[in-house]
């Protein structure tokens, strides 16, 4: 028997210290949390993605009665970039997360289906894409998804 360790690196930012063009996506992750339709968690999530043409897109969770018809705004984000944008390599996705008249002290990160999806969308660019997870205070940076996803399902 072995044992094999996986780590995850994290980087914590406080918001002063980011690049001007991360601070520019975390505002845009943070105003599409209005954009949440989210009657039955009252959860607002806002996602946005810089794109390899310069674009943002932004999007956010959007809610069904029936619970799992709705999607998180991750998904609401990036498939609508692909569809939108076919092609274009995705390079860094920013997640804000507003509930209770605030955004959240410790940063949201992405569901297990979600980072699936991210995956796709990573081995489809050939680069990782970074993720940007926004607290009130602190923004995490983490270099990739696979660091969010370890032992993850691939082709075979
Ligand atoms: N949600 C997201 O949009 N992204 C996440 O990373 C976590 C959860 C949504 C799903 C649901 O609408 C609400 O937040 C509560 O779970």
Redesign the pocket.
């Known amino acids: 028997m072995e044992n094999r360790i996986i780590t995850a690196k994290i980087e914590v930012y406080q918001y002063s210290e980011l690049l001007e063009t991360d601070k520019i996506l975390v505002e845009r992750a943070k105003s599409a949390t209005k954009t949440s339709y989210?009657p039955y968690?009252k959860?607002q999530?806002g996602a946005a993605l810089l794109l390899d043409n310069g674009e943002i897109v932004a999007g956010s969770?959007q809610?069904n009665v029936a619970y799992p018809s709705?999607l998180?705004?991750?998904r609401t984000v990036i498939f609508y970039a692909s569809a939108t944008y076919p092609g274009v390599k995705f390079k860094k996705l920013a997640?804000a997360a507003y509930t209770d008249g605030d955004f959240v002290e410790e940063p949201?990160?992405?569901?297990g289906a979600?980072r699936q999806s991210i995956l796709e969308y990573e081995k489809l660019a050939g680069e990782p894409i970074e993720i940007i997870l926004v607290g009130r205070e602190k923004v995490y940076k983490i270099s990739g998804i696979r660091t969010l996803l370890p032992l993850s399902f691939e082709e075979f």
């Open positions: 989210s968690s959860f999530v969770n809610e709705g998180c705004a991750e997640i949201v990160s992405p569901c979600c």
